[in-house]
C-alpha cells in the first residue's frame, strides 16, 4: 500500500536553530519525492522535488531533502530557521506519471522568538 | 511556476444548498485536475482526478453524486457540492498538471463553512 509517515505533527523550534522534518514512504514503485509548505489559509508551496540523481536537493527558501532509498526517506531541513518558516509542512509522494499524489499528514512548524 | 486560481476562498452556504468551486489554470493548459481535502489536522486526502474532456475518477469513498466534478476546458473545473451538509465543511484544494509535466500546481484553496 502506498502511505506516507510524518510521525511529528508539532515541533517548536528556537529562530535561528536548525530544523529537520521527518517523513518515511511507502511506495510499490520509483516514486517522486516532494515537500510543500502551507501558511494559514494559503494553498501548498511546493519547497523541492526530487525525481533522480543526486539524493540532496535543494529548494526554495534555503531548504534541502535528502533522499535515502535504503531508509524509506525523505527528510526536509533548514541549517537556520527563521520565524516566517512557521507554517504546515508536507511530505508527498508520487508514480512517475503524477496520475496521484499521496500525502502525508503534516508537520506543524511553529518558531519561537 | 504555473499559477492556479482557485475561486472563491471562502463560501458559506445554507445546509441544502449547493455550491461551486472553481479551478483555473491562469499560464498552461490543464489536462489533469485533482480535487483534494482537507480535514481538521489531517492530511489532504484526493477526491477525484479528472481530465479534460472526460468523466471524473473518483476514490473509493467519494460519492459522486455529491460531489460533482466538471472538467469542460483545458482551464477550467469545477467541483460542486450538493445538497450540503455541515460535515461536508472543510477545505478544498485543487492542482491542475499539463501533459507530460511532472509538476501539478495548486490553487490557493476555498474554505467551505456550511451552516
Known amino acids: 500500500a502506498q502511505s506516507v509517515t510524518q510521525p511529528d505533527i508539532h515541533i517548536t523550534v528556537s529562530e535561528g536553530a536548525s530544523l529537520e522534518l521527518r517523513c518515511n514512504y511507502s511506495y510499490g514503485a520509483t516514486p517522486y519525492l516532494f515537500w510543500y509548505v502551507q501558511s494559514p489559509g494559503q494553498g501548498l508551496q511546493l519547497l523541492l522535488k526530487y525525481f533522480s540523481g543526486d539524493t540532496l536537493v535543494q529548494g526554495i527558501k534555503g531548504f534541502e531533502a535528502e533522499f535515502k532509498r535504503s531508509q524509506s526517506s525523505f527528510n526536509l531541513r533548514k541549517p537556520s530557521v527563521h520565524w516566517s518558516d512557521a507554517a504546515e509542512y508536507f511530505c508527498a509522494v508520487g508514480p512517475r506519471d503524477f496520475n496521484k499524489f499521496y500525502f502525508g499528514s503534516g508537520t506543524k512548524l511553529n518558531v519561537k522568538p | 511556476g504555473a499559477v492556479v486560481s482557485q475561486h472563491p476562498s471562502r463560501v458559506i452556504c445554507k445546509s441544502g444548498t449547493s455550491v461551486k468551486i472553481e479551478c483555473r489554470s491562469l499560464d498552461f493548459q490543464a489536462t489533469t485536475m485533482f480535487w483534494y481535502r482537507q480535514f481538521p489536522k489531517k492530511s489532504l486526502m484526493l477526491m477525484a482526478t479528472s481530465n479534460e474532456g472526460s468523466k471524473a475518477t473518483y476514490e473509493q469513498g467519494v460519492e459522486k453524486d455529491k460531489f460533482l466534478i466538471n472538467h469542460a476546458s483545458l482551464t477550467l473545473s469545477t467541483l460542486t457540492v450538493t445538497s450540503a451538509h455541515p460535515e461536508d465543511s472543510s477545505f478544498y484544494i485543487c492542482?491542475?498538471?499539463?501533459?507530460?509535466?511532472?509538476?501539478?500546481?495548486f490553487g490557493q484553496g476555498t474554505r467551505l463553512t456550511v451552516v
Open positions: 492542482s491542475a498538471r499539463q501533459t507530460g509535466n511532472t509538476e501539478a500546481f
